[in-house]
């Protein structure tokens, strides 16, 4: 089977699946998505995994807009442009039964009714639907449906007790696993409760230490608190699967629980299954990317993976939290673009132009100074290293003989395009892809945290200030708003107030990643290491992924005067992040604390972060006092040399400007190149405090050594005088007396040093 030409801006993915993917996105139109779509909105929703309902829902109005049809009623067709008309007609009533047709093959190869039977909205009209629709019209599998809409699970698992069927089963289980989850959740609240509740003798003294990702719990839980409800659950979907009566639900489940109790093995492998049988249940997606920890792994699984176009976006999520934000940049591009053709800045949500990527953010104040001003405040990370995100994205969809990914009008592709401008540091395309985003979804709260983050980054505070007004009038008790307005907050300086709605995000959801990781950074503001410890550490049980909480704990140890643990955390970052040069200027400057004295050890990382593109010129300053410091003075005046070009390009100005001015005018004058000596000290006449009087000294200096030789070659012209070698040449007498002539030797002397 020949595979379409696959897009310029995908072709660096190194995999067979995944382009055969591009080809199954490329191949189905938009008339096979929206009726496959449709029928997951339904088959999802009727198994009450709602999150993967709406998300579906959400593709499905992403889609191109249904062409128009010409109207029955219309007279015949007499033009070019009424025959145009006609065709078009002709076209989509084509696409109509196409899709008519695959939903009804899809339906018969499965044995249960999609939905899709109808025509080309989906719906059902009239006919049989099968024994799985008389199973899901059922009085019990109905009550059952509505007791999960009010959060009554133990009660839904007691009615379908019995009652026999797939969906049955599925529900009946499901309703298991959450009744526990609701269960385990109520523990974990009242534990923590009482231990808030203690005298401050009782508690804790001793900041904890961050364990190992290995360490957690299975499910990188923050709690050793167990859902009381898998061992039964687990039981009975096992059964079901040896005697063959499980389906894509039940796996989907049962690849949860096994994930939940440490098998990730059979957790991936299960899931895959459920995926390849059903593709559309982006809840199953979600939870392979939770259990993939680094990229091989999912390319491993990738032979298991349906070549279907919901690989794309499931492989553009991953992406993203692996922080290989300019591959997930190009695929989101790929996806938003219009099917046949490239990305065009007239889709209705603009995905922003490649921008700077590699640019670091200014690096703040704070508590952070404490540990020697010169890192960077995990506040301020993002994705700095990997060469930037517009590299990747400039021919998305491009290629050809390659389609768009078809889903122009997503705001799920919006949203992924915007965080990974973020995270590549690219703050004005996230802004204006994430204005234009609310201007479309003004009430989506999904991921405007992400937006807040921007604002706050930018210190914008009308624009951050506007935003936690809107949301809050949305939904006041969203983990999302509560983010939004600790940022607000934070921005402000009101740090204790930005730490309460924080904690009110994590009241509302626990595991609320963004939460956790910036209340660390409000308690290192308040100079608070036992709570910033605490906080990261929780952080870094959840997703072991995010490499700013590593940052942020290995920032707190450096505040504590702690080099060691620091090197430890700082060292799980860099190898999150191997080509982030922040994670090598903090690993070198932890070599360099009095405690290790590791000046070698620091020198290979900083050559590590020059080697990463670091531009701030951290990197370069501290070599050169390095190799200063071990008398390597050649080395110590290059690096030393790089750093002034670079702030000369930059214009900028500071103490870093005057010390590489100071030793290269010291270092030159030692080597006798007495020019560039007196241009570097020239240089500092211009600053005042010690330099300035250092350099009048080397200025001195150099013209006493400059007196001393006009002497010396003034003697040497009088003692060839009265040897008689004077010069006879009458015309170079007139031209003045012997004084000139020593002038002008003086300055061709002087030019040659």
């Known amino acids: 089977m020949a595979v379409p030409a696959t897009p310029d801006s995908v072709r660096h993915v190194p995999s067979d699946p995944v382009a055969a993917a591009l080809a199954a996105a490329a191949a189905a139109s938009p ?21 993967a309902s709406a998300w579906a829902a959400e593709q499905l109005v992403g889609l191109p807009a249904v062409p128009s049809q010409q109207p029955p009623e219309a007279a015949p067709a007499d033009t070019r442009e009424q025959r145009g008309g006609e065709a078009q007609a002709g076209e989509a009533k084509a696409a109509q039964q196409t899709e008519k047709a695959y939903a009804g093959e899809a339906a018969e190869a499965k044995g249960e009714a999609t939905g899709a039977k109808g025509g080309a909205d989906g719906e059902t009209k009239g006919g049989v639907r099968g024994e799985q629709a008389e199973e899901e019209d059922a009085d ?86 167990a859902n009381p409800e898998l061992p039964r659950v687990l039981a009975e979907l096992e059964r079901e699967r040896a005697a063959g009566r499980l389906d894509a639900w039940g796996r989907y489940l049962l690849g949860v629980v096994l994930a939940q109790r440490g ?64 591959e997930a940049l190009t695929l989101c591009l790929h996806l938003a673009s219009p099917p046949s053709s490239s990305p065009s800045p007239s889709s209705s949500l603009s995905t922003g132009e490649p921008g700077r990527g590699d640019e670091i953010s200014e690096r703040r104040g704070g508590a952070a100074a404490a540990a020697g001003g010169e890192g960077e405040t995990a506040r301020g990370l993002g994705d700095g290293g990997g060469g930037g995100g517009g590299g990747g994205g400039g021919g998305a969809g491009g290629g050809e003989g390659g389609g768009g990914g078809g889903f122009p009008h997503s705001t799920w592709v919006a949203a992924a395009t915007a965080t990974a401008h973020y995270n590549l540091r690219d703050f004005d395309s996230a802004e204006a892809v994430f204005t234009e985003l609310t201007s479309v979804d003004p009430c989506r709260l999904e991921a405007m945290d992400t937006f807040s983050n921007i604002l706050y980054v930018k210190e914008d505070f009308a624009g951050l200030s506007h935003l936690a007004h809107r949301v809050t ?37 626990r595991r609320y990643l963004s939460a956790w990781t910036l209340m660390g950074h409000e308690y290192v503001e308040l100079k608070n290491s036992a709570g910033a410890i605490q906080s990261y550490r929780r952080a870094v049980d959840i997703n072991p992924r995010d490499y700013r909480a590593w940052y942020g704990l290995g920032q707190t140890y450096e505040i504590l005067a702690m080099p060691c643990y620091a090197l430890y955390y700082y060292r799980k970052a860099a190898s999150l992040r191997p080509h982030d040069s922040r994670m090598w200027c903090a690993m070198g400057q932890c070599y360099e604390a009095q405690q290790l004295q590791q000046p070698q050890a620091a020198v290979r990382c900083y050559r590590r972060a020059i080697a990463s593109n670091e531009s701030e010129g951290l990197a370069l300053h501290k070599l050169s006092k390095l190799y200063e410091g071990m008398g390597q003075m050649r080395h110590a005046a290059h690096f030393y040399k ?111 040093f």
């Open 31 to 51: 008339t096979v998505k929206r009726a496959e779509l449709r029928a997951a909105v339904r088959e999802l929703r009727d198994r009450c995994l709602f999150q």
């Open 140 to 225: 019990e599998v109905l009550f059952a449906r509505s007791l999960f809409d009010v959060r009554e699970f133990r009660r839904a698992a007691h009615v379908l007790q019995g009652v026999a069927g797939r969906t049955a089963l599925f529900l009946r289980n499901y309703a298991l696993y959450l009744a526990g989850e609701k269960c385990k959740e109520e523990i974990i609240l009242e534990t923590s409760s009482q231990q808030q509740n203690l005298p401050s003798t009782q508690q804790q003294q001793h900041p904890p230490i961050a364990p190992h990702p290995s360490t957690s719990s299975p499910d990188n839980s923050d709690s050793p608190v």
């Open 263 to 326: 098998r990730e093995g059979e957790a991936r492998a299960v899931l895959c299954e459920s995926v390849r049988e059903y593709p559309w249940n982006w809840a199953a997606w979600q939870q392979i990317e939770a259990l993939c920890l680094d990229y091989d792994t999912y390319l491993s699984l990738l032979p298991a993976l349906p070549t279907h176009w919901m690989t794309l976006f499931s492989l553009s999520s991953l992406l993203l939290s692996l922080h290989r934000n300019s």
């Open 473 to 509: 009038c949305i939904d006041k008790y969203r983990p999302e708003t509560c983010c939004i307005v600790g940022n607000y907050f934070s921005l402000k300086g009101r740090h204790e107030r930005a730490v309460a709605y924080f904690r009110r995000a994590l009241r509302l959801d």
């Open 642 to 752: 790089r750093n002034l070009d670079r702030m000369d390009g930059e214009q900028v100005e500071g103490p870093e400007l005057v010390e590489a001015l100071l030793f290269l005018a010291t270092y030159h004058r030692s080597q006798g190149d007495f020019a560039e000596a007196e241009r570097y000290s020239t240089r500092l006449l211009d600053f005042g405090g010690p330099a300035k009087e250092d350099a009048k000294a080397l200025l001195r200096e150099i013209r006493s050594v400059h007196h001393h030789q006009h002497q010396q070659h003034h003697h040497g012209m009088g003692t060839l005088g009265s040897l008689g070698f004077e010069d006879e040449d009458e015309d170079e007498e007139e031209d003045g007396d012997d004084g000139g002539d020593d002038g002008d030797e003086e300055m061709d002397l002087e030019g040659s």
